[in-house]
């Protein structure tokens, strides 16, 4: 058992590999060789996303299909009668049209001038009776029917195991001596780590920052089955951002919906009206700006968390931007004459999400007119104003909550921030403070552990 990270970097590699050839332009390791990829685990730990994620950093095509939405002759094709001549002996036999998923690889091959690429089946041991053997074949011989899946394209499958899902089937022993198995499991750390990069609801990530519990979870009660995934917290977490940039304040109906657990939405809900509370009663933005005070003496612990989560999340959200300002910057620097329908093209294609993130900015750039070097300008303004707010949100830290676990909380919990880390300048304030109180916390450690010997 792996998480969704280690299982990503795996899949990955693996696919680098089998993408590799020799001099003369051959695969390194051959067709025959090249194990298709199984993925298995609970639903909804972003199987499929990383998938398109590893796509798209690869810079290959990418093809995702959800079998169970297809018949058996939308996979391998529809029959039809030709007549054939063997030296003299003509007889009728069946033959098949190209499969529709095929073709489809052929589609993104030609449409997107990719050759290499991933096709990703999805619940492939949920399949009708009907198709269970064409998913067989397909994993044996990498085919549908009689259509070859196009070389450089790699077979990768998703699937949940049967204590997750009822119609779920086994594969025998011969079908699994021919793929490769990745089995995975929910991990916490893995995805808050990936949440405060992905824009979730601030109140989703202090909520699962103190119930880690609570991010993967499925019962069978004597009401039914109660759950809530990762999936459902990101959906959630979209829904809620919306209402609150209208200023709506969704309740527990709403959540409810997404999170079919009645008890963890529940407490969902009041964890987060406490955070709001928290939002409103310490203004994340004086406290950045260098102008708050702050009676700790009157903070629970809880609701020092609540403050922690607050300033990363403002951080991360701030830092986010400025890369944004840098890849249009980079852009339109290095893509003179790059148009806006040349972005809005390329957003409709598979992309990372600093890409989908960034292209968007440089195309609302672009309807204003703005120049790279104008935008180098606000790129330095938005550097400086951001070490000027890193600094005082740490400053704050240590003088409401001590050099404690508070004040470490927040300078880890800002290291762990995809989007803090790269656009931090090297050196900075997030450098200098990494030295000075976590190294010295390291440092710490060791002595009383020396001490205690």
């Not at 950093?57 to 996979?75: D, F, M, N, V």
């Amino acid at each position: 058992m792996m998480n969704i990270q280690d299982a990503k970097d795996q899949i990955k590699d693996a696919i680098e590999v089998y993408l590799s050839k020799d001099a003369a332009g051959n695969y390194v390791i051959p067709r025959s060789r090249q194990r298709p990829i199984m993925l298995l685990g609970p639903p909804g730990l972003g199987k499929t996303a990383i998938m398109s994620q590893i796509a798209a950093e690869l810079g290959i095509g990418y093809l995702p299909y959800t079998i169970t939405h297809h018949t058996r002759q939308s996979a391998i094709g529809l029959p039809m009668i030709e007549k054939v001549d063997y030296g003299g002996y003509e007889c009728t036999v069946t033959n098949y049209t190209m499969s529709e998923i095929i073709s489809s690889v052929y589609e993104v091959i030609y449409n997107e001038g990719k050759p290499e690429g991933i096709l990703f089946i999805d619940e492939i041991n949920c399949v009708s009776e009907t198709l269970a053997p064409a998913m067989l074949d397909l994993l044996q011989n990498k085919k549908f029917g009689p259509h070859l899946i196009p070389d450089g394209w790699v077979l990768v499958s998703a699937g949940n195991p049967q204590e997750y899902n009822d119609s779920a089937r086994d594969f025998d022993v011969a079908t699994l001596d021919r793929v490769r198995v990745i089995e995975v499991q929910s991990d916490s750390d893995v995805w808050l780590r990936y949440a405060m990069s992905a824009g979730i609801n601030d109140a989703i990530i202090y909520y699962l920052k103190v119930k880690p519990q609570n991010l993967l979870k499925i019962e069978r009660t004597v009401d039914g089955t109660q759950f809530v995934t990762p999936r459902a917290w990101e959906d959630l977490s979209v829904v809620l951002n919306e209402y609150e940039s209208k200023g709506i304040w969704a309740g527990v109906g709403l959540i409810s919906q997404y999170v079919r657990d009645p008890e963890i939405a529940t407490e969902f809900n009041k964890y987060r009206e406490f955070y709001r509370k928290y939002r409103e009663d310490y203004n994340a933005d004086s406290i950045l700006a260098g102008s708050f005070e702050v009676a700790p003496s009157a903070v629970s612990a809880e609701g020092r968390l609540a403050v922690i989560s607050i300033l990363v999340g403002k951080l991360n959200s701030e830092a986010g931007r400025g890369l944004d300002i840098q890849y249009a910057r980079d852009l339109i620097k290095d893509s003179p004459g790059v148009t806006y329908a040349d972005i809005s093209k390329k957003l409709k294609s598979n992309l990372t999400q600093e890409e989908r993130r960034g292209l968007q900015f440089a195309s609302e750039c672009l309807i204003e007119s703005a120049t790279d070097e104008s935008l180098n300008d606000l790129l330095t303004d938005a550097r400086r104003r951001f070490e000027d707010h890193l600094m005082n949100a740490v400053e704050f830290a240590k003088t409401a909550f001590g050099i404690g676990p508070e004040t470490i909380s927040l300078l880890t919990g800002l290291i762990s921030c995809y989007n803090v880390v790269m656009f931090s300048l090297p050196g900075g304030a997030l450098y200098t403070y990494n030295d000075d109180l976590l190294s010295a916390g390291r440092d710490r450690n060791l002595q009383n552990l020396l001490e205690g010997m």
